[in-house]
């Protein structure tokens, strides 16, 4: 046989997590309901439409309750993805920023992250066996996803920092204003509360992730208004930028 028959690749399957402020986000879409050996997902796991292409999505806190950031059920969220075949997982969430280059309603993706959250359920390995995985965390984030999302920004004009440490703390508490001190001598640029264990789980079940995260106030101590004043005056804002961002995104991957 002559000539080369051009192999069409498989497109990924793409999941979104929506943070707090997304909570009504596909409501009138298909929902799933997915069993899992962890349990329920925070949501049934909606189905939205992207022309031809489907895109899961699961409110991370839950659709009507506000499920507090230290009792996600990470695994059952990450697991439902993947029984529905998803290997690439956008994680939208909200963050204090601490970096004094960067302002509330603007948004970023980030490069790293530095874990102080405890006692929530972190790993698939549990227990004693014989194929006992470390992964190599080195880099957290999925370097080609991120990349397309910050492409996704650029190409509809929406400015998005590309990089930065995440420091992921435990809540539902906000940080003292010395302790937001301590977070930036260990290089924090933004503080938020649910990407882990998210970023690691997502690893061990071998699916891409990468956050874009909504910079919604000053973290404790870095600005000059009340951080639920700026909640409320940036939140919005961020929001609709980041779903222009998605549009673009999906746009672009599919
Ligand atoms: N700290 C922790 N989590 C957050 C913040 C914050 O300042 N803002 C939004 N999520």
């Known amino acids: 046989m002559t000539g080369t028959r ?37 949501s049934p796991v909606r189905e939205l439409e992207y022309g031809e292409h489907k895109v899961f999505l699961i409110a991370r806190h839950g659709d009507h309750l506000r499920i507090p950031a230290h009792r996600v059920n990470y695994r059952a969220n990450m697991t439902a993805l993947r029984k529905l075949g998803v290997d690439s997982v956008v994680a939208i969430n909200t963050v204090g920023v601490i970096n004094g280059q960067l302002l509330p309603g603007q ?41 397309k999302i910050l492409d996704a920004a650029e190409a509809a004009g929406i400015a998005c920092h590309d990089g930065g440490v995440y420091a992921v703390t435990q809540g539902p508490r906000l940080e003292t204003a010395a302790e937001v001190r301590r977070l930036a001598l260990d290089g924090a640029d933004f503080v938020g509360m649910t990407a882990m264990p998210e970023a690691s789980l997502a690893m061990e079940l071998g699916m891409h992730y990468a956050c874009l995260s909504l910079i919604v106030n000053f973290a404790a101590g870095c600005g000059q208004t009340a951080i639920h004043e700026d909640l409320e005056a940036h939140t919005a804002t961020a929001k609709m930028q980041s779903m222009k961002v998605l549009r673009q995104f999906f746009h672009a991957v599919y």
């Not at 399957?13 to 997902?41: K, N, W």
């Not at 490069?111 to 995985?133: K, M, V």
């Open 6 to 42: 051009e192999k069409k690749r498989t497109p990924r399957q793409y999941a979104l997590i929506a943070g707090s402020g997304f909570r009504d986000f596909g409501a009138d879409s298909a929902t799933h309901i997915v069993e899992t050996e962890y349990g329920e997902p925070s």
């Open 107 to 147: 948004l970023a993706v980030p490069a790293q992250l530095i874990d102080y959250t405890w006692g929530r359920g972190h790993s698939f390995h549990e227990g004693e066996s014989d194929n006992l995985a470390h992964i190599d965390f080195t880099e957290p984030f999925c370097s080609d996803l991120r990349q």
